[in-house]
Protein backbone atom coordinates (compact mmCIF):
# COMPACT_ATOMS: atom_id res chain seq x y z
CA UNK A 1 0.00 0.00 0.00
CA UNK A 2 1.52 3.33 -1.11
CA UNK A 3 1.47 6.22 1.53
CA UNK A 4 -0.94 7.62 -0.72
CA UNK A 5 -3.89 5.37 0.18
CA UNK A 6 -2.96 6.31 3.99
CA UNK A 7 -3.91 10.17 3.21
CA UNK A 8 -7.07 11.47 4.08
CA UNK A 9 -9.32 11.54 1.02
CA UNK A 10 -10.99 14.97 0.85
CA UNK A 11 -14.40 14.94 0.58
CA UNK A 12 -18.03 16.33 1.61
CA UNK A 13 -21.44 14.68 2.36
CA UNK A 14 -24.68 17.37 1.57
CA UNK A 15 -27.71 15.79 1.75
CA UNK A 16 -26.35 11.90 1.65
CA UNK A 17 -24.31 12.46 -1.43
CA UNK A 18 -20.62 12.56 -1.21
CA UNK A 19 -18.33 14.72 -3.69
CA UNK A 20 -15.04 14.29 -3.96
CA UNK A 21 -12.93 17.56 -3.57
CA UNK A 22 -9.64 16.09 -5.02
CA UNK A 23 -7.64 16.50 -7.48
CA UNK A 24 -7.19 19.66 -4.68
CA UNK A 25 -7.75 23.34 -6.42
CA UNK A 26 -5.16 25.29 -7.86
CA UNK A 27 -2.32 26.62 -6.09
CA UNK A 28 -3.78 30.37 -6.07
CA UNK A 29 -6.36 29.09 -3.40
CA UNK A 30 -3.56 27.71 -0.80
CA UNK A 31 -2.09 31.32 -1.19
CA UNK A 32 -5.06 32.76 -0.25
CA UNK A 33 -6.68 30.45 2.61
CA UNK A 34 -2.86 30.60 3.98
CA UNK A 35 -2.64 34.18 4.01
CA UNK A 36 -6.22 34.23 5.57
CA UNK A 37 -4.99 31.70 8.28
CA UNK A 38 -2.11 33.25 9.50
CA UNK A 39 -3.67 36.80 10.33
CA UNK A 40 -6.60 34.69 11.94
CA UNK A 41 -4.14 32.40 13.61
CA UNK A 42 -1.91 35.02 14.83
CA UNK A 43 -5.35 36.87 16.16
CA UNK A 44 -6.25 34.17 17.92
CA UNK A 45 -2.92 33.47 20.19
CA UNK A 46 -4.22 33.07 23.86
CA UNK A 47 -7.86 32.69 23.49
CA UNK A 48 -10.00 29.78 23.68
CA UNK A 49 -10.93 29.92 20.06
CA UNK A 50 -8.99 27.62 17.41
CA UNK A 51 -8.72 28.42 13.57
CA UNK A 52 -8.80 25.30 11.22
CA UNK A 53 -7.71 25.53 7.56
CA UNK A 54 -8.87 22.63 4.89
CA UNK A 55 -8.86 20.14 8.07
CA UNK A 56 -11.80 19.51 10.10
CA UNK A 57 -14.80 18.41 9.55
CA UNK A 58 -18.07 20.35 10.13
CA UNK A 59 -21.34 18.29 11.08
CA UNK A 60 -23.70 20.50 10.67
CA UNK A 61 -26.68 17.78 11.37
CA UNK A 62 -25.29 15.94 14.28
CA UNK A 63 -28.29 14.56 15.35
CA UNK A 64 -30.01 13.92 12.01
CA UNK A 65 -27.73 12.56 9.72
CA UNK A 66 -23.78 12.17 9.32
CA UNK A 67 -23.71 14.80 6.54
CA UNK A 68 -20.31 16.99 7.03
CA UNK A 69 -18.53 19.93 5.24
CA UNK A 70 -15.22 20.79 5.22
CA UNK A 71 -14.80 24.64 5.18
CA UNK A 72 -11.82 26.13 4.04
CA UNK A 73 -10.82 28.25 7.25
CA UNK A 74 -13.13 27.93 10.32
CA UNK A 75 -13.12 29.22 13.71
CA UNK A 76 -14.69 27.48 16.29
CA UNK A 77 -15.16 28.57 20.18
CA UNK A 78 -16.30 25.75 21.98
CA UNK A 79 -14.07 22.85 22.01
CA UNK A 80 -15.99 20.48 23.81
CA UNK A 81 -18.12 20.14 20.02
CA UNK A 82 -14.62 18.75 19.01
CA UNK A 83 -14.24 15.03 18.60
CA UNK A 84 -11.24 13.46 16.17
CA UNK A 85 -11.26 15.13 12.96
CA UNK A 86 -15.26 16.66 13.45
CA UNK A 87 -16.97 19.58 15.06
CA UNK A 88 -20.36 19.57 15.30
CA UNK A 89 -21.46 22.97 17.24
CA UNK A 90 -21.73 26.48 15.61
CA UNK A 91 -18.88 27.24 14.48
CA UNK A 92 -18.19 31.68 15.02
CA UNK A 93 -16.59 32.27 11.18
CA UNK A 94 -16.56 30.14 8.10
CA UNK A 95 -14.30 31.21 4.62
CA UNK A 96 -14.99 29.31 1.31
CA UNK A 97 -12.43 30.02 -1.25
CA UNK A 98 -13.97 29.75 -4.51
CA UNK A 99 -12.64 27.16 -7.28
CA UNK A 100 -14.03 26.66 -10.22
CA UNK A 101 -15.39 23.57 -9.42
CA UNK A 102 -17.25 24.63 -6.38
CA UNK A 103 -18.22 27.84 -6.63
CA UNK A 104 -21.70 27.08 -7.64
CA UNK A 105 -21.56 25.06 -4.07
CA UNK A 106 -20.15 27.32 -2.32
CA UNK A 107 -22.63 30.47 -3.17
CA UNK A 108 -25.39 27.98 -2.83
CA UNK A 109 -25.60 25.18 -0.97
CA UNK A 110 -22.89 25.49 1.26
CA UNK A 111 -24.25 29.10 2.09
CA UNK A 112 -27.43 27.61 3.08
CA UNK A 113 -26.37 25.46 5.11
CA UNK A 114 -23.99 28.29 7.16
CA UNK A 115 -27.02 30.56 7.57
CA UNK A 116 -29.52 27.74 8.83
CA UNK A 117 -26.43 26.45 11.50
CA UNK A 118 -26.23 29.99 12.49
CA UNK A 119 -22.73 30.67 11.31
CA UNK A 120 -22.76 34.64 12.42
CA UNK A 121 -20.02 35.88 9.83
CA UNK A 122 -19.44 34.17 5.91
CA UNK A 123 -16.74 34.80 3.55
CA UNK A 124 -17.01 34.33 0.00
CA UNK A 125 -13.24 35.23 -1.29
CA UNK A 126 -12.46 34.63 -5.11
CA UNK A 127 -8.60 34.30 -5.94
CA UNK A 128 -9.54 34.31 -9.62
CA UNK A 129 -11.39 37.44 -9.30
CA UNK A 130 -9.67 38.80 -6.55
CA UNK A 131 -12.83 39.05 -4.68
CA UNK A 132 -14.31 38.79 -1.00
CA UNK A 133 -17.87 38.90 0.13
CA UNK A 134 -18.95 39.29 3.37
CA UNK A 135 -21.91 38.03 4.97
CA UNK A 136 -23.53 38.14 8.35
CA UNK A 137 -26.09 36.54 10.14
CA UNK A 138 -29.32 38.98 10.60
CA UNK A 139 -32.58 37.29 12.06
CA UNK A 140 -31.12 34.10 11.32
CA UNK A 141 -30.84 35.40 7.26
CA UNK A 142 -27.39 36.27 5.26
CA UNK A 143 -27.05 40.00 4.42
CA UNK A 144 -24.11 40.68 2.31
CA UNK A 145 -22.54 43.11 4.07
CA UNK A 146 -19.56 44.20 2.10
CA UNK A 147 -18.74 42.88 -1.59
CA UNK A 148 -14.36 44.24 -2.65
CA UNK A 149 -12.66 43.60 -6.09
CA UNK A 150 -8.86 44.27 -5.17
CA UNK A 151 -7.53 47.01 -7.22
CA UNK A 152 -4.04 47.12 -6.57
CA UNK A 153 -3.03 50.14 -9.12
CA UNK A 154 -2.49 53.51 -6.74
CA UNK A 155 -3.20 55.57 -9.64
CA UNK A 156 -6.87 54.36 -10.25
CA UNK A 157 -9.40 56.37 -7.99
CA UNK A 158 -10.85 52.82 -7.19
CA UNK A 159 -7.50 52.00 -5.48
CA UNK A 160 -8.24 49.52 -2.54
CA UNK A 161 -5.08 47.71 -1.42
CA UNK A 162 -4.92 49.39 1.78
CA UNK A 163 -8.54 48.36 2.61
CA UNK A 164 -9.01 46.85 6.26
CA UNK A 165 -11.58 43.99 7.24
CA UNK A 166 -11.86 43.21 10.36
CA UNK A 167 -13.98 40.23 11.31
CA UNK A 168 -17.28 41.11 13.11
CA UNK A 169 -16.71 38.88 16.06
CA UNK A 170 -12.90 39.57 16.52
CA UNK A 171 -12.21 43.06 15.94
CA UNK A 172 -8.92 43.03 17.12
CA UNK A 173 -8.35 40.45 13.75
CA UNK A 174 -7.85 43.12 10.40
CA UNK A 175 -6.59 42.19 7.39
CA UNK A 176 -5.95 44.40 4.33
CA UNK A 177 -6.79 43.01 0.86
CA UNK A 178 -3.71 43.09 -0.25
CA UNK A 179 -2.74 41.11 2.14
CA UNK A 180 -5.62 38.69 1.21
CA UNK A 181 -4.26 37.97 -2.21
CA UNK A 182 -0.65 38.43 -1.32
CA UNK A 183 1.06 36.24 -3.30
CA UNK A 184 -1.20 36.22 -6.67
CA UNK A 185 0.40 37.62 -9.64
CA UNK A 186 -1.47 39.32 -12.28
Known sequence: MGMAEFERRKDEKLNGVTYDMSPAPGYQHGIVNGN???????GLKNSLCLAFMENLDFKYHP??????????????CDRKHLKGGAYNGVPKFIVETLSPSTAKR????????????KVEEYWIVSPQGKSVEIYYLENGKYILEESYILQND???EHY???TEICLKAFPHIKMTLREIFEGLEG
Do not use: G
Open 106 to 117: DRSEKKDIYEKA
Open 154 to 156: KED
Open 63 to 76: EENDDYLCPDIMII
Open 36 to 42: IYNVIKT
Open 160 to 162: NAE
